[in-house]
Nanobody, 115 residues
Framework: QVQLVESGGGLVQPGGSLSLSCAASGRIFSSYHMGWFRQAPGKQRELVALFTSGGTATYVDSVEGRFTISRDYAKNTVYLQMSSLKPEDTAVYYC?????????WGQGTQVTVSS
């Protein structure tokens, strides 16, 4: 059984930085894509950043240049470094692991950007 556990959310002022971590337990192979999604109140869940199995990082336009996704294969952990945060970044952030045959989600961690 695979479990994804996020940590690092919290309250931060606009312009500040925050780092999220997602630790995977169970069998998450390097063939899995690892991503971060977010869902704001009243909005659909959206993909924020993706680290593909091939080692490529991609971002939604609204976070390009401000967020960085990285992956530690040895620790089975994926990170999301967020900087220059804006109030519109406020959401519950979810970690996701996906392959051709399975998808897993973490429980989510709240990020609130407010003065």
């Amino acid at each position: 059984q695979v479990q994804l556990v996020e940590s690092g959310g919290g309250l931060v002022q606009p312009g500040g930085s925050l780092s999220l971590s997602c630790a995977a337990s169970g069998r998450i192979f390097s063939s899995y894509h690892m991503g971060w999604f977010r869902q704001a109140p009243g909005k659909q869940r959206e993909l924020v950043a993706l680290f593909t199995s091939g080692g490529t990082a991609t971002y939604v336009d609204s976070v390009e240049g401000r967020f960085t996704i990285s992956r530690d294969y040895a620790k089975n952990t994926v990170y999301l470094q967020m900087s220059s945060l804006k109030p519109e970044d406020t959401a519950v952030y979810y970690c996701n692991a996906a392959s051709a045959v399975a998808t897993y989600w973490g429980q989510g961690t709240q990020v609130t950007v407010s003065s």
